[in-house]
């Protein structure tokens, strides 16, 4: 195997990734990958405001524990109010998702993720990368480069590593594949509760 493929595919694997279907968009370049400063220049402005978002709901709440008592009521409110932005970003975020691009994943998690695509897209293709989280846990913009191109049934399962992707965009799909894991998890406690 090729010493950067085989780096690229080691890298898919230092994170953990969850077992499910997500729209993202994938649009092949034909460029090079660009630098990080060139990356960071290049984000889409809704993107960039919804990684804001994030942190800044956190750090507020982070805050409100100092607060005592009334800390839990306020902290409800500040949630209700995040939760309605949220919900309209999450609109103006979906403006971003591109029918000629749209995919589905098969799995995703920090390091990259695993799509089914119609055409092929040959390894150590550069690819820009759209990824619409499952929940309204918000959205990411990244470029990837293809790891592998399986043939499966009429299309492609194309595994892609993240390349350029900013660290609180890391975190944030690391988190959204472990609420999805135990969203499953319940489910499968669930339904072994289930009398037969």
Same mark, same amino acid.
């Given at each position: ?23 993202? %968009?994938?649009?092949?370049? =034909? ?23 994030? &942190?800044? =709901?956190?750090?507020? *709440?982070?805050?409100? %524990? $100092?607060?005592?008592?009334?800390? #839990?009521?306020?902290? %409800? ?5 995040? $939760? ?12 971003? #998702? %591109? ?7 098969? &799995?995703?998690? @920090? ?7 119609? +055409?092929?897209?040959?390894?150590? &293709?550069?690819?820009?990368? !759209? ?12 470029? /990837? ?7 499966? @049934?009429? /299309? ?9 992707? $900013? ?7 690391? $988190? ?7 969203? +499953? *998890? !319940? ?10």
């Amino acid at each position: 195997m090729d010493p950067i493929l085989q780096s690229l595919t080691d890298a898919y694997h230092d994170y953990f990734s969850v077992e499910h279907d997500i729209v993202v %968009n994938c649009k092949v370049l =034909n460029d090079p990958l660009p630098s990080e400063q060139t990356f960071i220049s290049s984000i889409p402005e809704p993107f960039l405001l919804a990684g804001e978002m994030g &942190s800044l =709901n956190m750090s507020a *709440l982070r805050s409100l %524990n $100092r607060i005592g008592e009334l800390a #839990d009521e306020l902290a %409800n409110y500040l949630q209700q109010q995040a $939760r309605k932005i949220d919900l309209l970003l999450h609109y103006v975020l979906r403006q971003q #998702d %591109n029918a000629e691009h749209r995919q589905v994943t098969l &799995s995703y998690g @920090g390091a990259g993720l695993c799509l089914q695509s119609e +055409q092929h897209i040959p390894p150590l &293709s550069v690819v820009e990368l !759209k990824v619409f989280l499952a929940e309204n846990e918000g959205a990411i913009y990244c470029l /990837g480069q293809v790891i592998s191109a399986e043939q499966a @049934g009429t /299309g492609w399962q194309i595994k892609v590593v993240f390349r350029r992707i $900013r660290d609180q965009d890391r975190e944030l799909i690391v $988190r959204a594949s472990l609420h999805q894991q135990s969203r +499953q *998890l !319940k489910q499968k406690a669930a339904q072994r509760q289930l009398p037969e």
